[in-house]
């Protein structure tokens, strides 16, 4: 059974850095495409960034372009959300997920939605 499970969020202030962790168990981890996924308060759950099985391939959705960076451990079957500059609206509940490249993108991921982690970003 395919687990997820996220960690990382919290309540910090606009500027500063978050980092976002998420283990994905029970799944052959390495060949699917990995993504990050929020959502805020009444909007619908948002793709923030993915990143194909091996790498090469990575989407950022423009707000966080040059803010927020994906990245992977295949051997750890973990995935992270390197998060700066945080500003207000990046408030959310964030979830990771998995899946073949065109379903992460299209929101549509493998894998059952875990609890997420909450991050806050406020003064």
């Known amino acids: 059974q395919v687990q997820i499970v996220e960690s990382g969020g919290g309540l910090v202030q606009p500027g500063g850095s978050l980092r976002l962790s998420c283990t994905i168990s029970g799944t052959t981890f390495h060949v699917f495409a990995v993504g990050w996924y929020r959502q805020a308060p009444g909007k619908e759950r948002e793709l923030v960034a993915a990143?194909?099985?091996?790498?090469?391939?990575?989407h950022y959705v423009d707000s966080v372009k040059g803010r927020f960076t994906i990245s992977r451990d295949n051997a750890e079957e973990t995935v992270a959300l390197q998060m700066n500059n945080l500003e207000p609206e990046d408030t959310a509940v964030y979830y990771c997920n998995y899946g073949r490249w065109g379903d992460v993108l299209a929101g549509n991921p493998f894998g059952s939605w875990g609890q997420g982690t909450q991050v806050t970003v406020s003064a």
């Open positions: 990143l194909s099985n091996g790498g090469s391939a990575v």
